[in-house]
């Protein structure tokens, strides 16, 4: 079964960085774009990235553009998040998720499965 | 491009309850719903409209028409109490609603 598991999170100090990491199993990985969204606590969802499933494209919100990079390895079925200049707002669970296949638009289709998600707390 | 889900929607126990998503134009767009019950990651429930992924009752439901789409749930039960997203794609970026808490009563 698809499994995605998230990890890295944590208690981090303003203008930190962080890295996210995302196993991926049960799918073959390499041929899926793949998506990060994070919730703030309380509420609703955000989206901040997506990548292609060979990596070579990559969509952001402008709201992260600059800050969050967003990268993969499909030799270790792993998404990764980067995150520069931490900032308190950036509090929140980080989840990945699996899009569109490889067949389809990258940067189109739905979130078809999620992972249980990474917390990000940001203060000082 | 924004989209525009109510905070709350309640619903009788096994009545049907509608969940909206306002956008502009939306009926263009194709519109995906998600499942979030507290402390658990989202769950699809719909896309394109109006598929149902395996494992998702019958009694879900979409439609999207105008500047509006909509989330049916019919005979409403305890289970489906949750948060619920709507979700699109504008100029290769996703948005999703600001999402609705159903409550069943």
């Known amino acids: 079964q698809v499994q995605l598991v998230a990890s890295g999170g944590g208690v981090v100090q303003p203008g930190r960085s962080l890295r996210l990491s995302c196993a991926a199993s049960g799918f073959t990985f390499s041929t899926y774009a793949m998506h990060w969204v994070r919730q703030a606590p309380g509420k609703g969802l955000d989206w901040m990235a997506v990548?292609?499933?060979?990596?070579?494209?990559?969509y952001y919100p402008d709201s992260v553009k600059g800050r969050f990079t967003i990268s993969r390895d499909n030799s270790k079925n792993t998404l990764y998040l980067q995150i520069n200049s931490l900032r308190v707002e950036d509090t929140a669970v980080y989840y990945c998720?699996?899009?569109?296949?490889?067949?389809?638009?990258?940067?189109?289709?739905?979130?078809?499965?999620w992972g249980q998600g990474t917390l990000v707390a940001v203060s000082s | 491009y924004e989209l525009t889900q109510p905070l709350s929607v309640s619903v009788a126990l096994g009545q049907t309850a509608r969940i909206t998503c306002g956008g502009i134009?939306?009926?263009?767009?194709?519109v995906y719903w998600y499942r979030q019950k507290p402390g658990q990651a989202p769950v699809l429930v719909i896309y394109?409209?109006?598929n149902r992924p395996s494992g998702i009752p019958e009694r879900f439901s979409g439609s999207n028409w105008g500047n509006s789409a909509t989330l049916t749930i019919s005979r409403a039960q305890a289970g489906d109490e949750a948060d619920y997203y709507c979700q699109v794609w504008h100029s290769s970026t996703v948005v999703f609603g600001g999402g609705t808490k159903l409550t069943v009563l």
């Open positions: 134009n939306i009926e263009s767009k194709n």
């Open positions: 990548i292609s499933y060979d990596g070579r494209n990559y």
């Open positions: 394109r409209e109006s």
């Open positions: 998720a699996r899009g569109a296949p490889s067949s389809d638009y990258f940067a189109s289709a739905h979130l078809d499965f």
